[in-house]
């Protein structure tokens, strides 16, 4: 399938300092891309590119086959949701939602259906009369996203639009979006920094840190097998070994024959340990030793810390059985799964 939207070599500048630098990716239609990186990756910056707010410095968009370059911003027809929402206080929920439609000179009679589809779909049947300062926080998100589906965009960017809400809600309306977002069969790019936010929405998740794209993958994979130290140290792996300084020989019995000549960084995820003797594989598992310097019941699972030569690991144990306790030590484990080799960084 040819991609609806490709991102050739973008680069962006300020005052000599790299912003994007050099990226490069493709999207499907119906497809919903995440960019996620702390802030100061250039993932903002490269949305507004996208827009056309922002001009590039050198590469390319080519959207649906054109050039974006040579297509005004207000002619590309693409739908934009920030994290301040954007509403107009003057106008009730259902004008808010009409407005993109009488700029695009819809009849009335579609207008009002098309109104009442967007009410429908986002759960707010009832409300379409109602004044913008009386709704929650929640309420006000789903009349932004309604009103930036209702013009049918081509392309629908959405900058931390959840970025206001508390944790509770924002971790439910995650999920909402993604659902409203597949029905709809929108294609769209969706700037987080927030990881499980990303993992919740997207297809596809591009990892952005100062101006580069890390690596782009499914979440399962990103999360599985993470490119390098610094996109694993992002999504908050810990437990990482400089191989150039500890021998994986130092850590693991027998060790994994594929780790015998590493030098490089290795990733133990956390919740690819088990005590000893309770894994199921069939398989023998390479053990790891160590004492127990944390121990935090976690209700599905006990938090673990433990010491191993001058490092301290990190795992996430079962509740069943229970660890040792603190002082004691443990034998563990550990998944050949949850071993991850990790690039050098560019």
Known sequence: MTPLLQVDKVSRSYNETPVVAGISFALKEGEIL????????????????LAGLEQADSGRFLFDGRDLATIPPHKRHFG????????????????????????MKWSADRQQQRVQKMLSLVGLEEMGERRIDELSGGERQRVALAR????????????????????????????????????????????????AEAFAVADTIAILRQGRL??????????????????????????????????????????????????????IRPEGARISGQSTSGIDWPQLTGKITKKQFQGQIYGLEIAVHDMQLHFALPIDPA???????????????????LEEEK
């Open 34 to 49: 995440c960019l996620l990186g702390p802030s100061g990756s250039g993932k903002t910056t490269l949305l507004r590119l």
């Open 214 to 267: 890390e690596q782009i993958d499914s979440p399962e994979t990103i999360y599985r097998r993470p490119k390098t130290a610094a996109v694993a140290a992002f999504l908050g792996f810990r437990n990482l070994i400089d191989c150039s300084r500890h021998h994986p020989a130092d850590f693991f019995y027998p060790l994994p024959p594929g780790l015998k000549r590493y030098s490089g960084r290795l990733l």
């Open 148 to 195: 930036s589906l209702a013009p049918q965009p081509r392309l629908l960017l959405l900058d931390e639009p959840l970025g206001s809400l508390d944790r509770v809600l924002r971790d439910r309306l995650a999920g909402e979006i993604r659902s409203i977002l597949k029905s709809q069969q929108v294609t769209a790019v969706f700037v987080t920094h927030d990881q």
């Open 323 to 341: 660890p040792p306790e603190i002082g004691e030590t443990i034998n563990l484990d550990i998944n050949p799964q949850a071993l991850v080799e």
């Open 80 to 103: 934009m949701m920030f994290q301040e929402y954007a509403l107009f206080p003057h106008k009730n929920v259902a004008e808010n939602i009409r407005f993109g439609l009488e700029r």
